[in-house]
């Protein structure tokens, strides 16, 4: 861009915010629109009220970042404030359910999920060696 006669070209990798700041204090339009994402709890800056985003569940123009209030899941997400209260935070309705359980049940559950994971590499292995087809020496036809 430098070569195209850009005098200032800057990366604006950690510098929204820096950006905004100087153009309004100089009285520049500011050329960011919407929310620069961050990835610290704040889960975003806002920096324009323009709304660019949509809510993952019902499509509403939203962008708010959240994280699955099912720990095991903890799934980031863009979820609108309606969403939000009747998914209690969550990303689906098997997280919400799961939500819903004694702490002790939801680690039960967790557990489980890794369990049946090896499980099914287990079987993997299993399928692997009944496709096996033997050698042709390996039934004597060869010695006759
Ligand atoms: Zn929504
Ligand atoms: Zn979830």
């Known amino acids: ?5 850009f005098k200032n070209v800057y990366h604006v990798e950690g510098g ?3 950006y905004t700041r100087q153009a309004k204090a100089q009285g520049l339009p500011v050329k960011f629109i919407g929310k620069n994402f961050v990835f610290d709890e704040r889960m975003g800056e806002r920096i324009t009220d323009d709304i660019i985003a949509h809510c993952h569940q019902c499509g509403e123009p939203c962008d708010t970042h959240t994280n699955c209030r099912n720990a095991g899941c903890h799934l980031l ?11 209690q935070g969550c ?4 997280c919400q359910s799961e939500l819903a359980l004694p702490l002790e049940e939801q680690r039960e559950r967790r557990r489980g999920r890794e369990t049946s994971m090896k499980i099914f590499n287990k079987s993997r292995d299993r399928l692997r060696g009944a496709l096996h087809i033997p050698a042709p020496d390996e039934n004597g036809s060869s010695e006759q």
């Open 1 to 5: 861009m430098r070569h195209q006669g």
């Open 16 to 18: 929204i915010i820096e």
């Open 77 to 87: 997400f863009i979820q609108c404030h309606s969403c939000q209260v009747s998914y």
């Open 91 to 94: 990303c689906s309705d098997a």
